[in-house]
């Protein structure tokens, strides 16, 4: 297999594309570094589908290793034939190679090995040939009773060569790989409840649907069922079609031998190769279930970590709670905890008006303009409080109700103790939710992403697999951000272009024996941060006012000789670096871009890059994004009404629709049905988290706390 044209044909890249990115990820570059930092070398392919690249490189060198192993574990036992291996060339899955090597793998005690060492075996040779001119089967059988190896007469003679015909016809690759095909096309994925009260799997309590369009999500919550005994699934396929294969491949009409071939041949497909497809049915189909989910879940934190922050404001962050109140943190602008406490907002408690008067102290005290809730228990009675206050104060203070999954997760973790020492675990979640809302990308990026409470099913998926694709779609958007080298916590570097956990330890380490960073040429002096470490996370660090401006931009070292070089060609001074030059693309374009490249001596698309940084310094990607939207009152689900128009926040995009934050505590749903007028496969086609949209209520049934909306007008009811 020729792994580079095999990648750039499934990727729909140019074969010299794969190469080059093959050759600098077999260097020890890392993904982040070879997307931003080498467009020229491999055509500006971007960093998910390098990921996707690299992920194939890996199942393409372990296929074709597996291929040269059992290749010669064939070999070993004198029966590789030139068949054989071309037949091992043109696999193209595991699954394939696995079943060229079924009749040589070394069996457990099955019933044809036990009818081989009773010496069966050329007996059944004879039955199998089935010769238009061979005796009975039976006549035979008859040359092979031998009570001395427990052959006691012809029938069990016949007996044992079927059972050896049976794994014979089990084994053939070829016919496997076609009943693999037509089962899969043509089978049913059903499921029956186990018992009368199966809860949540009602919808699947008498359910079928053809296994080559079953959605990834019904793959996954029926095979939940399964795991929970609330529901047994099984694979349907009509016998018919199955047997028709097999007499094509194995089973001649002008024998005296055919109809023992025939019985051998049901038993085969009834005992051993059905219950096989089966699994592998089923198994693919959790696959594939699993990776969409996993993408699923992927484009879901990448849009929540790229959400823009709140800068500039002091926020109080509100953990909502009944018996153990309601516990608050105010922090700065810079996230730095100014105050904590706790307050019991909700009536029961008959501390409504403690609460209100601690609020407004808080607020009035450090100047809070943001309040962030959780959206955990008690949320909607604190968020109707803090709205409340908020009216009667008449100050210029907002709030937004955040999620608080993971919350707890980091306030328990060592992490969360080595910050906050002096803070119990629900006080340092409170501050973890009001820093949520000032840097969602700096805040998350301590949680493990599984425990974030986005995506679907995330419990279910291969861990280390999805540990993986998280870990991936953090540092790609941690890297894309870049981040501040003198303010970084030890989990935000760890996730930086060429950092590990312990140079990010020796990072903050010598940052606060040797004060701050001047110069990002400093990390050098960083114990254990070498040259290679240096070329991959120099481009993604920024230090705002550092002598040289360019090293508060994503522009990397070894590109500033090309930048200072570019002011120049531009009729700029090195004064006039560090301002921002909204102009310069106008004069980029009289001089034109593939001169100044030359002249530079970099890449157009290096060039660019390094014009966009010149424009803005220290720029955010995420600044060009739509603000979160911050609300000042609030509504309950008792208020919704059919047809009525609300704006609300995407908070997770599933296969089947997107959850909405209108504002009353329960996310709406909108179904991929009512997303838009057009058809489409995938609500991440339309929506993403973060998104802010329309949308009408369909229908709220207060009792089951459900919110049905839409986002087609033409939908709406009349309200």
């Not at 008859?142 to 003679?157: N, R, T």
């Not at 981040?483 to 606060?512: C, E, F, H, M, P």
């Not at 959850?659 to 929506?687: A, R, T």
């Amino acid at each position: 297999m020729n792994i580079i044209e095999t990648i750039s044909a499934e990727l729909g890249i140019k074969a010299w594309q794969t190469e080059a990115a093959v050759k600098l990820i077999d260097e020890g570059n890392t993904i982040p570094f070879i997307a931003r930092y080498r467009k020229e070398a491999h055509g500006s392919l971007d960093d998910q589908v390098l990921r996707e690249l690299s992920d194939r490189l890996a199942y393409l060198r372990n296929l074709n290793d597996t291929r040269d192993k059992i290749r010669a574990l064939i070999d070993e036992q004198g029966k590789l034939t030139e068949e054989i291996s071309e037949a091992l060339d043109a696999a193209r899955t595991l699954t394939e190679i696995e079943d060229i090597y079924r009749p040589y793998r070394p069996k457990r005690k099955t019933r044809a090995s036990i009818a081989k060492a009773k010496g069966l075996d050329p007996l059944a040779q004879a039955i199998y040939e089935q010769r238009s001119d061979s005796p009975s089967p039976l006549e035979l059988a008859a040359a092979y009773v031998d009570p001395e190896k427990d052959v006691a007469d012809a029938e069990q003679a016949l007996a044992g060569a079927k059972d050896i015909i049976a794994e014979l016809i089990s084994d053939d690759a070829e016919l496997r790989k076609r009943l693999r095909y037509v089962c899969m096309m043509n089978s049913l994925i059903t499921s029956k409840a186990v018992g009368e009260d199966i809860g949540v799997y009602e919808n699947y309590a008498d359910f079928s649907e053809p296994a080559s369009k079953i959605a990834s999500h019904r793959v996954l919550a029926i095979n939940r069922g399964e795991r929970e005994e609330k529901l047994k699934v099984t694979v349907e396929f009509d016998r018919t079609k199955a047997m028709s294969i097999i007499k094509t491949l194995h089973i001649k009409d002008s024998s005296p031998c055919t109809a023992a071939v025939t019985e051998a041949a049901e038993d085969a497909y009834d005992r051993l190769i059905f219950p096989s497809l089966e699994r592998e049915i089923r198994n693919t189909l959790t696959e594939n279930a699993d990776e969409s989910a996993m993408k699923v879940f992927s484009v879901n934190l990448r849009n929540l970590l790229m959400q823009p922050p709140v800068r500039g404001k002091v926020a109080l962050g509100l953990d909502p709670g009944y018996r153990t109140g309601c516990k608050v943190a105010v922090v700065d602008a810079t996230g730095k905890v100014l105050d904590t406490g706790v307050i019991f907002p909700v009536e029961q408690f008959g501390k409504t008006e403690q609460a209100k008067r601690l609020l407004r102290g808080w607020i009035e005290k450090h100047g809070v303009e943001i309040i962030a809730i959780g959206n955990g228990t008690a949320s909607h009675e604190t968020e109707v409080f803090a709205a409340g206050v908020i009216k009667e104060y008449g100050g210029k203070v907002s709030y937004m109700v955040v999620s608080e999954a993971g919350a707890s997760v980091y306030s328990a973790s060592k992490l969360a103790a080595e910050e906050f020492p002096d803070y119990d675990v629900s006080l340092r979640s409170a501050v973890s939710i009001a820093r949520r809302l000032q840097d969602p990308l700096a805040e998350l990026v301590k949680i493990d992403p599984k425990a974030i409470g986005i995506g679907q099913y995330q419990h279910d998926m291969p861990q280390a697999r999805l540990t993986d694709a998280l870990t991936g779609v953090v540092e790609d958007c941690v890297n894309t951000v870049g981040v501040d080298l003198n303010t970084a916590s030890v989990q935000l570097l760890s996730r930086v272009s060429g950092i590990n956990a312990a140079i990010a330890k020796n990072i903050v380490g010598y940052r606060q024996e040797n004060g701050a960073f001047r110069s990002r040429s400093a990390l050098l002096k960083v114990p254990k941060l070498g040259p290679k470490a240096f070329q991959q996370c120099a481009g993604f660090l920024r230090i705002p006012g550092a002598s040289n401006p360019l090293d508060n931009t994503s522009v990397h070292p070894e590109s500033y000789e090309a930048a200072e070089l570019l002011l120049r060609e531009c009729g700029y001074s090195d004064a006039d670096l560090g301002s921002g030059l909204p102009e310069i693309d106008e004069r980029v374009q009289s001089e034109g871009i593939e001169k100044l490249a030359e002249k530079t001596g970099v890449g157009v698309p290096t060039l660019n890059d390094i014009i966009k940084e010149l424009k803005r310094p220290g720029r955010d990607v995420r600044d060009e994004l739509p603000p979160p939207m911050l609300r000042t009152d609030v509504m309950s689900l008792e208020d919704l009404t059919p047809g009525m128009e609300l704006t609300g926040t995407v908070r997770n995009v599933t296969d089947f629709g997107a959850f909405i934050d209108i504002g009353v505590h329960e996310d709406g749903l909108v179904h991929i049905s009512q997303i838009c007028s057009k058809y489409i496969k995938h609500p991440s086609e339309v929506l993403k988290v973060g998104d802010i949209v329309k949308v009408w209520v369909l229908s709220a049934d207060a009792k089951k706390k459900r919110i049905s909306l839409t986002m087609k007008e033409s939908s709406r009811p009349v309200s």
